[in-house]
Nanobody, 127 residues
Framework: QVQLVESGGGLVQAGDSLRLSCAASGRTFSSYRMGWFRQAPGKEREFVAHISRSGAVTFYTDSVRGRFTISRDNAKNTVYLQMNSLKPEDTAVYYC????????????????????WGQGTQVTVSS
């Protein structure tokens, strides 16, 4: 069983920055592929970003590319989402998710590719 705990959400103004953190349990965090998703009110949960086990490979949904950066610190069992130039449309509950061995990932953008989820952290961006 893997537990994921997000933190760092809050209320900010458009143009501000936030850094979300997701702390994972387990002694093999470096073997987890990690992702961030978000769910805005009245909408389905959507993919935001993905990072490979080593951190060498990352990819993003188009709407955040160039503004958000996913990273990880395997020594701290933590994945981060640095969010810059925030917009009101970024308002959502943000979730981190883990794909753990022996699970495989094809694209890393689908919810079903992840085995464990955090409880979410609210990000609200005012205009």
């Amino acid at each position: 069983q893997v537990q994921l705990v997000e933190s760092g959400g809050g209320l900010v103004q458009a143009g501000d920055s936030l850094r979300l953190s997701c702390a994972a349990s387990g002694r093999t965090f470096s073997s987890y592929r990690m992702g961030w998703f978000r769910q805005a009110p009245g909408k389905e949960r959507e993919f935001v970003a993905h990072i490979s086990r080593s951190g060498a490979v990352t990819f993003y949904t188009d709407s955040v590319r160039g503004r958000f950066t996913i990273s990880r610190d395997n020594a701290k069992n933590t994945v981060y989402l640095q969010m810059n130039s925030l917009k009101p449309e970024d308002t959502a509950v943000y979730y981190c998710a883990a794909n753990v061995p022996p699970g495989t990932i094809v694209g890393g953008t689908r919810e079903y590719e992840y085995d464990y989820w955090g409880q979410g952290t609210q990000v609200t961006v005012s205009s």
